[in-house]
């Protein structure tokens, strides 16, 4: 709830700060005393429109701090500060400040953090809730006459939710499907092609390197061919140097026991011969591996140029064609396949549909119930605030299936009609804003809504009534105040005011060419002079402040 108000140049206001509490505060005062003026300072902490208008003249800025307090932040309170980044600890008030220059431009704070005006206005209806003259917010506003039907008739909302969830996924996994299968058909026939060229070619994992390894070999033989055939030449025959040299070996071995330089002699021509043969091996090995086949040649560029042009076409490596295929192989029966998994995935999403049907339609049910209780209970309360010829009704509309959504197949607008035989019309189409205000009480009464703004704020709700009417709004505004915890109402109303917990006396004095306005809390006594002023005039009489004892102590 509000708990303190601090503004500081504000119009008329130039030092003020106000300390609330629960229960139904009233604000009083005479015609033109700066009622308007504490509503337009709350405004700026609610987001709206900084106006260079409102800073007090001769000052060059201006400034308005209000404080919160919660048992447990709301959550949506508490959501949209995290989103903001912004920090409040636990138990700790939501103190929220905005500053504005008599130059244009304003700055805003939330607990001493940087924020932004645009969260200032999405924290407003979780905090103040204000029904006035101009009132475009709360009740009147049509987009929160759902919520406040399903509170009071007891909407299984939740599973109404989980409901239209699983159907917006069943139906999300069959789009999905559809699409994949139907790109699939776009590329089937090209799919198929290309399939059949890589099943032609039939592409194995590590063949390309095997073939670029054996065509650099053979490469290699055609460069090398012409000195090996000369080399073979020189190993080959009778005549060879390895021949000679086994001859030698022969006819050394018959004389070498004669000396020791034969002997060795003899094991250095061994020696030769053994690593003569071994070269003529290798030789022979080297020849045989760098065979030059010019067929065989051709055959592996020829192999290489097809699979480097087929890795190419696909943008990927060679060795991945084999993986390639058997992903198209795999595209291909899903194809095939997806026929029964459109079935499968389309059976679901109809039976989620059903459940969120017969989800709704039970919410249906229990709406159209809930407003007929409700319509009733507003109507009880209409004859005592003098709108006893004005009408009520809760009107569900049937939406088209695509507007259906978590919350159901219905739109719930609160209507009214004014006199007998007028047309039902939303209820911000009435005429006045007293006669409105009037209806947001009957309806919030109605409703004993919880949940809502931390405060509510009822602008002149007794605007050109009094009497038996006026006391009826008091009894009500204090009623409501007990069930919501703050309400404060800006009132004209002597029997309103006798009404309140809390009793604020808004002055304007001036000062030369100076002029300012004052808020002052006023005690037993102060509130007595008060309201026999309301019931008197400028001069207040006896009798006026005997009437006024009379509703102080009547309630």
């Known amino acids: 709830m509000l708990t303190r108000l601090s503004i500081r140049n504000i119009v008329l206001i130039e030092a003020l700060d106000l300390d609330f509490a629960r229960g139904l505060g009233v604000l009083t005062g005479e015609t033109g005393a700066g009622k308007s003026i504490l509503l337009d300072a709350l405004g700026l902490i609610l987001g709206d429109r900084a106006e260079t208008s409102l800073v007090r003249s001769g000052e060059d800025k201006a400034s308005v701090i209000a404080s919160f307090e919660f048992a447990a932040l709301p959550p949506a309170i508490a959501a949209a500060l995290d989103d903001a980044d912004i920090t409040i600890e636990p138990g700790e008030p939501l103190m929220i400040r905005r500053q504005v220059k008599a130059d244009g431009g304003s700055k805003a704070f939330i607990n001493d953090q940087p924020a932004s005006v645009a969260l200032l206005r999405e924290l407003a209806p979780a905090l103040v809730e204000l029904h006035g003259q101009h009132d475009d917010r709360g009740l009147v506003n049509?987009?929160?006459?759902?919520?406040?039907?399903?509170?009071?008739?007891?909407?299984?909302?939740?599973?109404?939710?989980?409901?239209?969830?699983?159907?917006?996924?069943?139906?999300?996994?069959?789009?999905?499907?559809?699409?994949?299968?139907?790109?699939?058909?776009?590329?089937?026939?090209?799919?198929?092609?290309?399939?059949?060229?890589?099943?032609?070619?039939?592409?194995?994992?590590?063949?390309?390197?095997?073939?670029?390894?054996?065509?650099?070999?053979?490469?290699?033989?055609?460069?090398?061919?012409?000195?090996?055939?000369?080399?073979?030449?020189?190993w080959d025959g009778s005549d060879s140097p390895l021949a000679s040299l086994r001859v030698a070996a022969r006819k050394l071995d018959r004389i070498a026991d004669q000396h020791p330089l034969l002997a060795e002699a003899l094991a250095a021509l061994d020696r030769a011969v053994i690593e003569a043969s071994e070269a003529e091996d290798k030789l022979r090995s080297a020849a045989e591996a760098l065979?030059?086949?010019?067929?065989?040649?051709?055959?592996?560029?020829?192999?290489?140029?097809?699979?480097?042009?087929?890795a190419r076409k696909h943008r990927c490596e060679v060795d991945h064609l084999p993986e390639l295929a058997r992903t198209m192989r795999s595209r291909l029966d899903a194809i095939e396949g997806g026929e029964a998994q459109l079935d499968a995935?389309?059976?679901?999403?109809?039976?989620?549909?059903?459940?969120?049907?017969?989800?709704?339609?039970?919410?249906?049910?229990?709406?159209?119930?809930?407003?007929?209780?409700?319509?009733?209970?507003?109507?009880?309360?209409?004859?005592?605030?003098?709108?006893?010829?004005?009408?009520?009704?809760?009107?569900?509309?049937?939406?088209?299936?695509?507007?259906?959504?978590?919350h159901g197949m219905d739109?719930?607008?609160?209507?009214?009609?004014?006199?007998?035989?007028?047309?039902?019309?939303?209820?911000?189409?009435?005429?006045?804003?007293?006669?409105?205000?009037?209806?947001?009480?009957?309806?919030?009464?109605?409703?004993?809504?919880?949940?809502?703004?931390?405060?509510?704020?009822?602008?002149?709700?007794?605007?050109?009534?009094?009497?038996?009417?006026?006391?009826?709004?008091?009894?009500?505004?204090?009623?409501?105040?007990?069930?919501?915890?703050q309400l404060l109402a800006v009132t004209h109303s002597p029997q309103v005011a006798?009404?309140?917990?809390?009793?604020?006396?808004?002055?304007?004095?001036?000062?030369?060419?100076?002029?300012?306005?004052?808020?002052?809390?006023?005690?037993?006594?102060?509130?007595?002079?008060?309201?026999?002023?309301?019931?008197?005039?400028?001069?207040?009489?006896?009798?006026?402040?005997?009437q006024a004892d009379r509703l102080l102590e009547g309630v």
């Open 498 to 546: 006798a009404r309140g917990s809390q009793h604020y006396f808004i002055a304007k004095a001036s000062s030369g060419t100076v002029t300012r306005t004052s808020v002052v809390l006023l005690d037993h006594a102060g509130r007595q002079e008060e309201i026999a002023r309301m019931l008197s005039g400028a001069e207040v009489t006896p009798e006026a402040r005997a």
């Open 142 to 234: 049509p987009r929160g006459h759902r919520a406040l039907l399903d509170r009071y008739a007891g909407t299984e909302v939740a599973g109404l939710e989980r409901a239209y969830a699983d159907w917006a996924r069943a139906e999300a996994q069959l789009a999905q499907a559809r699409d994949a299968v139907e790109q699939a058909r776009t590329d089937q026939d090209l799919l198929i092609a290309h399939l059949a060229e890589l099943s032609a070619l039939e592409p194995q994992a590590g063949e390309e390197e095997r073939l670029a390894l054996a065509r650099a070999d053979m490469q290699k033989g055609e460069k090398l061919s012409g000195d090996l055939d000369a080399l073979r030449h020189l």
């Open 291 to 310: 065979v030059h086949d010019p067929l065989e040649l051709e055959r592996a560029e020829t192999r290489l140029f097809e699979l480097r042009a087929a």
């Open 411 to 485: 739109a719930a607008e609160f209507l009214i009609a004014t006199n007998p035989g007028a047309p039902f019309a939303p209820l911000g189409k009435i005429a006045s804003g007293g006669e409105l205000s009037r209806f947001i009480l009957a309806l919030k009464v109605a409703l004993a809504e919880k949940g809502g703004a931390a405060t509510i704020i009822f602008d002149e709700i007794d605007r050109g009534v009094g009497g038996a009417v006026a006391s009826a709004i008091g009894e009500r505004l204090a009623r409501l105040a007990a069930n919501e915890g």
């Open 345 to 406: 995935l389309e059976a679901a999403a109809r039976e989620a549909r059903a459940a969120y049907v017969a989800m709704a339609e039970q919410a249906r049910t229990v709406r159209t119930a809930g407003a007929a209780r409700l319509d009733a209970a507003v109507a009880a309360e209409l004859a005592p605030l003098k709108l006893d010829a004005a009408r009520f009704r809760t009107q569900l509309t049937p939406l088209p299936e695509d507007r259906w959504n978590a």
